[in-house]
Every structure is written in structure tokens, then in C-alpha cells.
């Protein structure tokens, strides 16, 4: 299983980088076996208000959700992704939000992690890829 992180989906729906816009919605289209993290769903309707100003809007940003929801399988939140961020924010001194989300992933057994923030290539058996690393 693969997830995404929230600036992903963002690209997705930016017109102001074509170029990471291409890729990342090649990126989410092609992920059948996609999961979405609740977080990264609530974080995405959050900052998808500063698409506004180019004419994207929160209609726009629920129904994105809704449709990622009817083919991605929905990860909520647990306790114990709590503890496990505790953890890796210990160990790998990620941010509070970036430790929720790897939590997320290792605890839904997501091999793949598409985010353009980390500096990790893998924690604790997660591979981290930026899609965007050869532009």
C-alpha cells in the first residue's frame, strides 16, 4: 500500500507548477492501492483555502476528498499512532504533524510514503520517496 502526504495532493490541484502538478496527479491516478490518512485529508481541506485566490474552492477541495475516499482505503487515527510519534519524534526529530503521519502509514502497513518534506529515505521499514527529486 501507498500513501500520500498532504502537499502531494496540493500539487494536484495547483496550477501554478505545471510541472509538479503533472507529476503528482500521475502520481495519485496511478495508485490503486492508495490509503488516506485522516490527517493528511483534514490537513489538505485546511490549506487548500490558499488555492482560493486561483479559483479553487472548498466545494471543489470536499468533493477531491470524497473521490480519493471511494477508491483509497481511509486510515482514522488510533491512540497508539500517538505513541508511536512520541517515539519517532524522539528518535528521528520529525516535527509533531510529519511523526502523525509516518505513525499513521507504519501502523496500516503503507510500504510507500509520497511526500516532498523529509529528509528520510526510510524509517523504521517506510520508504520515503519525494516524487518531485528530479525535477
Not at 1 to 28: C, E, F, H, W
Not at 104 to 129: F, H, K, M, P, R
Request: proline share 3%.
Amino acid at each position: 500500500m501507498n500513501a500520500v502526504d498532504t502537499n502531494i495532493l496540493m500539487y494536484v490541484n495547483d496550477l501554478r507548477d505545471p510541472g509538479k502538478q503533472a507529476i503528482a496527479a500521475s502520481l495519485v491516478a496511478s495508485l490503486t492501492d492508495g490509503v488516506l490518512i485522516w490527517q493528511v485529508a483534514c490537513e489538505y481541506l485546511a490549506a487548500s483555502r490558499k488555492l482560493e485566490p486561483f479559483g479553487y474552492d472548498r466545494a471543489q477541495a470536499y468533493q477531491y476528498i470524497r473521490d480519493l475516499q471511494q477508491v483509497w482505503y481511509t486510515v482514522l487515527p488510533t491512540w497508539a499512532v500517538l505513541d508511536c510519534a512520541e517515539d519517532l519524534m524522539s528518535r528521528f526529530r520529525l516535527s509533531y504533524w510529519d511523526s502523525m503521519v509516518v505513525a499513521a502509514c507504519l501502523e496500516a502497513n503503507v510500504e510507500t510514503l509520497y511526500t516532498e518534506d523529509s529528509g528520510y529515505s526510510s524509517i523504521d521499514g517506510l520508504q520515503i520517496v519525494n516524487p518531485f527529486k528530479r525535477l
